[in-house]
């Protein structure tokens, strides 16, 4: 039997066997069947629920039902023993030449191995970042930038087509904001009298956006229009500028931006403008397909629940029914004035992701965005209705840096806040992309400045690219061999080294259960684990020579061993690639 996902081959093969004593089953009886590693590995090297999850349809005691499957696992030549176990449970331990056969198997496939073909190639939109074009990245930004990237690797090493995207929320009150903020530099430029409180007091909502960043804006719009755009000591009159220097601005914001993901590794396949989709009608003629769909009425909200805010008062709303798909409260699509809510033109932004074909939706968002899922999700599917395309969304959590045991609170050139480009700079883009996919994304977590570059097994950026430079060593120490996949492999029989190829084999099965979880943080875990079994077995040579990987006088022994080595370096890279992260041929 060869396959490089050992997991899924054994599941079809106790689907197979199933079949046959039980042959009167539908199909759909087997659709929960899983083989997973057992949660204590004293009892093997695979568990099966199959006949657990047969039994009620087969009318059989679970019990009876998984002694048979038992006895029918237990004649193929790759399984060892098969054992039931509890209330209907198999276990399986397999055949240590059938686990040493499959470093060949990933030897062949080289960085392809683990690729899966559970998408399907489905296309998938994978939206992520999105940040209003106002400031320079921050902190929060790159979380979702990592979590976001690596979980579209994931997805196209899992068998999706998947296009990377960025939406620009370019329309709304924002960016008008970042107008005025930009527009205040280019007066300073122009060396204005008006201090910055005075300026403040006397545009909308004051001056939001203060950042020292937006100094080169102001200096290229003295350059390139003068005084052109300064009727006089206030820009009393929007007309005269706000049209210029709004997409000036957000132009060069996003040139800004784009360079920030770009020394991350982060590069989007296409870039989406909210104030575009709006000008083309785009909202609007999705909230007309909603209507036509008896999805819009004229209505009046409940006060929201709690303490009913002194503001509130009930007025009849342009809604969309959302409660019909799941959400708590109708949605509000248009505001006081008759324009859109940032919700009406969010839909026309689903609506244009469904008109270009895909077949799933996903989105990373921030944690304080949770609120918003539920009506976004009612939204696709109301305009899916005919096609449904689902939409899954990844949140994730603030992140806080830390240095010297102090949070790091502010950047000298933002003002207010850690940027992208400081963290970057100060440990690499490596470190930051591996570290941000340390924790769960919905888990809060502290980025620590000295963790992060410090040299010791509490790193996990250090520990797993360690374990490939140590690989790397010992490949080149012996030549880079080339010939491995031929290498005879029965003289790895130590617990240890077994161990290693376990894990090596568990790879293919992570990929997809990390991808259909969509939780890239998985690959990190994994990649930790398989460190650890490899430095394991790298310290234990050091005291027992039999387990050292280069042995001057066997040389057969010495392949054997090299081919796990460049198996295991193997596993490190295709995992560090799906995580963007550079693995490293030696630790300085």
Known sequence: ?????????????????????????????????????????SHGDMATNAALVVAKPARQPPPKLAAALAERLAALPEVETAAPAGPGFVNLR?????????????????????????????????????????GPMHVGHCRGAVVGDALANLLDKAGWAVTKEYYINDAGAQVQ????????RYLQALGTPLTEEEYSANIPGGLQYRGEYLIPIGETL????????APGALPADLALWLDTVQPFAVDAMMAEIRQDLAALGVRHDVFISEAELVRAGVADRAIATLAERGLVYEGVLEPPKGKTPEDWEP???????????????????????????????????????????????????GADHGGYVKRMQAAVSALSADRPVPLDVVLTQIVKVMKGGEPVRMSKRAGTYVTLADLIEEVGRDAVRFTMLTRKADAQMEFDLDKVVEQSRENPVFYVQYAHARCRSVLRSAGDPTDLVEAPLDSLVDQAELALIRRLTAWPRTVESAAL??????IAFFLHDLAGDFHVLWNRGREDTTLRFIRGDEPEATRARLALVAATATVIRSGLRVMGVTPVEEMR
């Open 94 to 134: 397999l055949r240590e030449g059938f686990l040493r056969a499959q470093l060949p198997v990933i030897l062949e496939a080289a960085e392809a191995y683990g690729d899966s073909a559970v998408g399907a190639g489905r296309k998938v939109d994978v939206e992520y970042v999105s940040a209003n074009p106002t």
């Open 517 to 522: 979880a969509r939780e890239p943080h998985r």
């Open 222 to 229: 003295k350059g390139r229009y003068g005084d052109a755009l």
């Open 1 to 41: 039997m060869t396959s490089t996902d050992i997991f899924a081959a054994l599941r079809a093969r106790a689907i197979a066997a199933l079949r046959d004593l039980l042959p009167e089953l539908p199909e759909d009886a087997f659709a929960k069947v899983q083989m997973e590693p057992p949660r204590d590995p």
């Open 315 to 365: 007025r009849p709303q342009t809604l969309f029914a959302s409660t019909r798909f799941g959400d708590d409260v109708d949605r509000p699509l248009r505001k006081s004035d008759g324009s859109n809510t940032y919700f009406a033109n969010d839909i026309g932004n689903h609506a244009d992701k469904l008109a270009r074909g895909f077949d799933e939706l996903v989105h990373v968002w």
């Open 177 to 184: 904001a970042l107008a005025w903020a930009a527009y205040w």
